[in-house]
């Protein structure tokens, strides 16, 4: 798709710079709104015996995307499960039988063929380790139009590293690439080491930076927050709604302390029937709800999902809460954590131990797998750490004390049109992933915005974490941005490092855009690409 995860979010970005560099990009994936993307000129549809063109228009740029979407059937591998609209058989993977795999990569090297033929491309770029590069070197072998490969975290970590089948897959076209883009030093060092078999893949790999739109995220003045907000809530008149007030009051009221595994799957089950990639109904409500020229507000955007470490920021916010009683928390996004983070949340707000212990305990299998229990490692080691020094009781008295449902906003899912207005109103971005990203792009934008980023520090968040620190005067304060990611500690320092970047107080707010607009910009990494494929030749 063009919206939603990170990778989804560069390939978009990267096409519209090229587009407005001029040049002709033709860009095959499964978008399901293509007239939405104002530099998609063209969208062809190409079932097993026909293309057919979907619309044709003119443009606002030099160059123009010529979109097609080969027809797959009713199965859409990912990585993470998540619903898709069009594909009631979205499935990890993992999960996929050979013949299943073989169907989509054979569907996708077909429309590639005919697209490639038709058009005369010269040179393909292709996202992920798997499997749209197995696409691609099966078209190599029958036109000899070399490609190249962007690795990014989720296939690598999700599909190459958990099943053998995709890391074969992976070692095959990777040997067959022409170039391989990293976007880190940390993503170099992570192939070397997944391709162990591969001795000349250091030689192939290019550096590429991930980016921001530094046109669309701009910082602002303080007392501009309450302007921006009404514009966020103009823009959010036309956008379709997903959660309705009236399944979270469900959910609430029917929250009790002795509530076991399957009871919470059968409720959640019973108040999830909306549109998951949608804002919620009653944001605009929320949003208007803070005092934007008072409150300090803490910003989390992301799956909700375990890896990228909601469960740590919502056990730290007792601690936090107490520190700064000033201090409001959004978390934007959508996934299968949504509801089990509401009710992590009513627990701590009502003191009650043993459904915390349980919901920690359960841990990752709330996101759907209950027959793998896997708890919530880094919290469990928290509250371990806790009881140890006998400090559980303090954090539950300032849990009751200080926790409740007024002070975190869910959200539900909002785009780069919406997050613009919204980023520059907060003052720390945080991005506790459990599991290494190549970026994420999340933490780059809240970078252009001036809004002060923390993160984990390992993968490519650390990569970025560094390059930044380097452009920011006191060292001390950089430190902030770095979250342990042992889990013995991951919790404390998001407690410590928060706590120091409130007191910063916008410091950096201008500085931060300055650094995204140097490093980060889409511009110069558009050319940087156009120039690396046009060398394969």
Not at 5 to 14: E, K, P, Y
Not at 89 to 97: E, G, Q, R, V
Not at 416 to 427: A, K, Q, S, V, W
Not at 431 to 439: D, L, N, R, T
């Amino acid at each position: 798709m063009l919206e939603g995860s990170g990778s989804n979010i560069w390939t978009r970005s990267i096409v519209r710079s090229l587009c407005r560099n001029g040049e002709t990009v033709h860009l095959v994936c499964q978008e399901n709104h293509p007239e939405k993307y104002d530099f998609i000129s063209e969208f062809h549809y190409h079932s097993d015996d026909s293309d057919q063109v979907k619309f044709s228009r003119d443009v606002p740029y030099e160059g123009k995307c010529i979109m097609h979407k080969p027809q797959l059937g009713d199965v859409l591998p990912v990585y993470v499960w998540d619903k898709y609209e069009e594909f009631p058989n979205a499935t990890p993977m993992i999960k996929l039988s050979d013949s299943v795999i073989e169907e989509y990569v054979r569907r996708n090297a077909k429309a590639v063929l005919s697209i490639v033929e038709q058009y005369g491309l010269t040179a393909l770029h292709v996202n992920h380790a798997v499997l749209m590069s197995v696409v691609a070197q099966r078209v190599k072998k029958i036109t000899s139009v070399p490609f190249a490969i962007m690795p990014h975290g989720s296939a690598l970590e999700y599909a190459v590293k958990k099943d053998r089948r995709f890391l074969d897959l992976a070692t095959s076209s990777f040997e067959s690439a022409k170039k391989i883009f990293v976007a880190s030093e940390e993503m170099r060092n992570r192939l070397s080491d997944i391709f162990q078999s591969l001795p000349e893949i250091n030689q192939k790999m290019v550096r590429l930076n991930l980016g921001a739109d530094t046109s669309l995220f701009k910082p602002i003045l303080h007392d501009m927050r309450v302007h921006n907000i009404e514009k966020l809530c103009k823009k959010l008149q036309s956008v379709s709604r997903g959660k309705v007030r009236k399944q979270s009051a469900i959910l609430r009221e029917s929250l009790q302390p002795d509530l076991q595994l399957q009871e919470i799957t059968e409720l959640i089950t019973s108040t999830t029937d909306y549109q998951i990639k949608n804002p919620d109904e009653d944001i605009e409500i929320k949003l208007r709800g803070i005092d934007w020229k008072h409150d300090k507000i803490i910003l989390f955007v992301g799956r909700l999902i375990a890896g990228k470490g909601i469960q740590s920021l919502i056990a730290s916010l007792p601690l936090i809460f107490h520190m700064h009683q000033d201090v409001k928390v959004i978390i934007v996004g959508h996934g299968p954590l949504r509801e089990i983070m509401e009710i992590f949340l009513w627990s701590l707000e009502k003191g009650q131990r043993e459904l915390v212990k349980r919901i920690v305990m359960w841990g990752k299998s709330l996101e759907g797998n209950i027959d793998n229990i896997s708890s919530f490692e880094h919290v469990q080691s928290f509250f371990d750490v806790l009881e140890k020094n006998n400090e559980l009781d303090s954090y539950y008295q300032k849990a009751r004390a200080y926790v409740n449902s007024d002070r975190v906003l869910f959200t539900g899912y909002l785009g780069h049109e919406e997050l613009c207005h919204l980023y520059p109103c907060c003052d720390i971005a945080i991005f506790p992933s459990i599991v290494k990203e190549a970026g994420p792009l999340v933490f780059l934008e809240s970078v252009a915005s001036g809004c002060f980023p923390l993160g984990t520090y390992f993968g490519g968040m650390a990569t970025n974490i560094d390059s930044i620190s380097k452009k920011l005067p006191n060292q001390k304060d950089t430190e902030l941005m770095r979250i342990s990611i042992e889990k013995e500690d991951t919790i404390f320092d998001i407690v410590k490092n928060i706590d120091g970047a409130l007191l910063l107080d916008g410091k950096y707010r201008f500085k931060l855009s300055e650094i995204a607009h140097e490093l980060y910009d889409w511009s110069s990494i558009g050319k940087t690409i156009l120039a690396e494929l046009k060398s394969m030749h």
